[in-house]
């Protein structure tokens, strides 16, 4: 009765809007994640000078989860001005299908515009775990990539930029693409993909994800490496991520929807 309640509760709570537009669940769940990522910013330094690499891996599960979550709202939100681009919401909270769907034209009512087909894309928990899985397991790996960038390339009062510089330098050429290998790869295969899913996912996006990593990271990572102090430079680069991550995030999740057309 409990899972059949839950259930029902969720497939209301998938149906609603915001102003007819803005996906209710997604929203929720955003809240959600957002006082969380609060909560952990009110006691970062504390959590952190305990144990760091727990709070950073802690910290970088939510971040990604706050950029997923916006990705699936983006989607969710696209989708629903797709197929309503004349509706005119007059309610705080609405359905899917709204009394001027039913008032149009029967032309209108198209099998792919059909009210069974205006409601909310359903969101996806599993995509939400993955992203929160992987954001997880890399800490560790930024953790100790940005410890060696400091003993290797120390910042004195006497010479700051040089070193952040070469930081930045060695980040982009070095872990920027072994980081987008590993986002790839663990994300295609938490899908269920095999190697021929990864070599095309890899000739399809890889380079194009590179290039535009190449475009963002190098600016924000030389004021990381110039600026930030140790414990906040893996924060730092999530929070600015959470944008790139929703990049990545709707990058995979597109040429996922590609390869299942063909």
């Known amino acids: 009765m409990l899972e059949i309640s839950r259930k029902k509760s969720l497939a209301w709570l998938n149906s609603q809007y915001i102003y007819g537009r803005i996906p209710l669940l997604h929203t929720i769940i955003l809240l959600i994640e957002l006082a969380m990522a609060a909560r952990m910013i009110a006691k970062f330094n504390s959590y952190y000078a305990q144990k760091p690499v727990l709070t950073t891996m802690i910290t970088n599960a939510i971040l990604g989860g706050i950029a997923d979550t916006t990705a699936q709202a983006i989607t969710a939100f696209r989708t629903r001005q797709a197929l309503l681009p004349t509706s005119d919401p007059r309610t705080f909270i609405s359905s899917g299908v709204e009394l001027e769907d039913l008032n149009e034209k029967p032309a209108r009512l198209s099998p792919e515009l059909s009210p069974r087909h205006t409601g909310p ?5 599993e995509r939400l775990t993955r992203f929160m899985s992987y954001g997880f397991i890399m800490s560790p790996l930024q953790f100790l990539w940005f410890g060696r960038l400091t003993k290797w390339f120390p ?10 510089l070469k930081r930045m330098a ?9 980081g987008l290998s590993c ?17 095309r996912k890899f000739r399809d ?58």
């Open 155 to 164: 910042i004195t009062p006497k010479s700051g930029t040089v070193p952040a």
């Open 183 to 199: 986002f790839f790869t663990f994300m295609t295969v938490a899908e269920g993909g095999g190697k021929k899913d990864i070599a």
């Open 170 to 178: 060695m980040d982009q050429l070095i872990f920027a693409p072994f």
């Open 205 to 262: 996006v890889y380079l194009p994800t590179l290039r535009a990593n190449w475009i963002l990271w190098p600016v924000v990572q030389l004021i990381n490496f110039r600026l930030m102090p140790l414990q906040f430079q893996i924060p730092f680069v999530s929070t600015i991520g959470i944008a790139w991550t929703a990049y990545l995030s709707l990058t995979n999740s597109s040429e996922d929807e590609a390869l299942q057309q063909q």
């Open 121 to 125: 894309q359903p969101f996806d928990f």
